[in-house]
Nanobody, 128 residues
Framework: QVQLVESGGGLVQAGGSLRLSCAAS????????MGWFLQAPGKEREFVAA????????IYADSVKGRFTISRDNAKNTVYLQMNSLKPEDTAVYYC?????????????????????WGQGTQVTVSS
């Protein structure tokens, strides 16, 4: 089991930027794809972005394409989410997650059930 701890959330004005970090411990971090999800009040948790365990392949939800960037530093066991041009509708608790399958080949995971470990979440609030 991998333990994940998110940080970097906060309050920002619309148009601003935040960088979320997720520090991992436990399993071999570099063997697992990583993802970010968000959950707004009263709504289900939804996919934001994912990055592969090797070669840095990425995938994004349509709502954040061109504004958010996911990256990872395997030497630091950390995955990041750079969020630019933030909108009030980005307000949510953001979670990072580790893939259920090591060294996944093919399509990147996007579904909740494809991830086995979750952090506690970090609140992002974007004011208008």
């Amino acid at each position: 089991q991998v333990q994940l701890v998110e940080s970097g959330g906060g309050l920002v004005q619309a148009g601003g930027s935040l960088r979320l970090s997720c520090a991992a411990s436990g399993r071999t971090f570099s063997n697992y794809a990583m993802g970010w999800f968000l959950q707004a009040p009263g709504k289900e948790r939804e996919f934001v972005a994912a990055i592969s365990w090797s070669r840095g392949r990425t995938i994004y939800a349509d709502s954040v394409k061109g504004r958010f960037t996911i990256s990872r530093d395997n030497a630091k066991n950390t995955v990041y989410l750079q969020m630019n041009s933030l909108k009030p509708e980005d307000t949510a608790v953001y979670y990072c997650a580790a893939d259920r399958i090591p060294n996944r080949m093919g399509a990147l995971p996007q579904g909740n059930a494809q991830f086995a470990s979750w952090g506690q979440g970090t609140q992002v609030t974007v004011s208008s």
